[in-house]
């Protein structure tokens, strides 16, 4: 890509280098798949995700990390998506080190984070769709500290990361920013109920019963982690809409090159033309998609006033774009594509997953409308 400078299309090559071999469908998520892994990914690449620098990607060149930001980011994770590579890239080196920048907290978790030896993770939702600013989670003053009490849906990695970075209601009611305060939970503070997602990813259902922290659980200012939040969802967001355009990208080729080889009377079925014109609706969507999410990603790392609704018009259109790659991918297959044998129904199965990680296309088409003044 010619926006790309010198150093980001060297990290690029090297991401898609290092997954397409080490990040595999057969050897990663088929694989932990397979053999009934309780984390849903592989520790050892996650490690090497760390000896390659690639855990650092956020984290500032003092503490050790490579000091760059969403945008590199997004080239990593349109690498995992296009590989279907299962990892806590996501959560971890982009979310949670969003959330924990410029606190105590990162100079306890970068290290760790850096090397590949932690996970950390983000928990918000708590009813089955998303909404932030609906956390009914308490979390009551005691003491020195607080007790948290209430629930947590769909946290990602929620089962096996060392540190949950939980948004509780320290003041104020559902609905409100105001009142609301990040808590960095350690691993095995709020019971887990672990469920395996469609794509056979983890997350896990945590309760929280009169779970007590001291005061230095608190990531930010108590009553003002709204913003906070709001700037680990909106890296969460675009870097999901990049991992999904990599969905997009891997199923679309995967399909391609299966119409250059199957035949049907006599030709390549990517001969016939009404075939063509849907390859090529596609190739135009996913284009839409990628400057999307690199968009994003670019008015996130400059600090705009529109990084937000960027995010949202990102994850919106690559969730659309990703959802008709993989619906197109399986039905261009035949009945092939309906098979386990056959790795483009997984692409089907991460995009559902991928989509509805911090809001579906609905809450940001609402979200698109609602910053844009309607």
């Known amino acids: 890509m010619s926006l790309l400078t010198d150093d980001q299309k060297m990290l690029q090559e090297t991401a898609a280098s290092f997954l397409r071999e080490e990040g595999a469908i057969s050897k990663q998520l088929r694989h932990w798949r397979d053999t009934g892994c309780t984390d849903g990914y592989g520790t050892a690449l996650w490690k090497q995700f760390g000896d390659l620098g690639l855990t650092g990607i956020c984290i500032p060149e003092d503490p050790g990390g490579l000091g760059l930001g969403a945008l590199e980011s997004a080239l990593v994770l349109e690498e995992v998506g296009r590989n279907l590579t299962p990892s806590p890239f996501l959560a971890s080196a982009v979310v949670g080190t969003r959330a924990i920048?410029?606190?105590?907290?990162?100079?306890?978790?970068?290290?760790?984070?850096?090397?590949?030896e932690a996970v950390l993770t983000l928990a918000v939702d708590e009813n089955k769709r998303h909404a932030p600013l609906e956390t009914a989670l308490k979390a009551e003053r005691r003491g020195n500290g607080f007790v948290l009490n209430g629930s947590k849906q769909f946290v990602v990695h929620g089962n096996s990361a060392d540190m949950v970075v939980t948004a509780a209601r320290t003041s104020g009611s559902p609905g409100q920013a105001e009142g609301l305060t990040l808590f960095a939970i350690p691993k095995g503070s709020a019971q887990v109920e672990t469920a395996s997602?469609?794509?056979?990813?983890?997350?896990?259902?945590?309760?929280?019963?009169?779970?007590?922290?001291?005061?230095?659980?608190?990531?930010?200012?108590?009553?003002?982690?709204?913003?906070?939040?709001?700037?680990?969802?909106?890296?969460?967001?675009?870097?999901?809409?990049?991992?999904?355009?990599?969905?997009?990208?891997?199923?679309?080729?995967?399909?391609?090159?299966?119409?250059?080889?199957?035949?049907?009377?006599?030709?390549?079925?990517?001969?016939?033309?009404?075939?063509?014109?849907?390859?090529?609706?596609?190739?135009?969507?996913?284009?839409?998609?990628?400057?999307?999410?690199?968009?994003?990603?670019?008015?996130?790392?400059?600090?705009?006033?529109?990084?937000?609704?960027?995010?949202?018009?990102?994850?919106?259109?690559?969730?659309?774009?990703?959802?008709?790659?993989?619906?197109?991918?399986?039905?261009?297959?035949?009945?092939?594509?309906?098979?386990?044998?056959?790795?483009?129904?997984?692409?089907?199965?991460?995009?559902?997953?991928?989509?509805?990680?911090?809001?579906?296309?609905?809450?940001?088409?609402?979200?698109?409308?609602?910053?844009?003044?309607?």
């Open 101 to 116: 920048e410029g606190t105590a907290h990162a100079d306890r978790w970068y290290p760790a984070i850096l090397s590949g």
């Open 197 to 374: 997602l469609v794509d056979s990813s983890k997350a896990a259902r945590l309760v929280f019963e009169d779970v007590a922290v001291d005061s230095d659980a608190v990531i930010g200012e108590v009553d003002k982690g709204w913003s906070r939040l709001s700037r680990a969802l909106d890296a969460g967001r675009a870097g999901a809409a990049a991992e999904l355009v990599g969905v997009a990208a891997g199923a679309t080729a995967m399909t391609l090159d299966y119409l250059r080889q199957r035949k049907q009377f006599g030709k390549t079925i990517g001969e016939f033309q009404a075939l063509q014109h849907r390859a090529a609706h596609l190739y135009g969507e996913i284009e839409i998609a990628r400057a999307a999410a690199l968009k994003a990603a670019q008015l996130i790392d400059s600090g705009d006033e529109k990084a937000e609704l960027h995010a949202a018009v990102a994850k919106a259109k690559a969730a659309s774009v990703a959802s008709l790659a993989v619906r197109e991918g399986v039905q261009m297959h035949g009945g092939i594509g309906m098979t386990d044998e056959h790795d483009i129904g997984l692409f089907m199965k991460r995009s559902a997953v991928l989509g509805e990680l911090f809001g579906d296309v609905y809450y940001h088409r609402n979200r698109v409308a609602e910053l844009s003044g309607y």
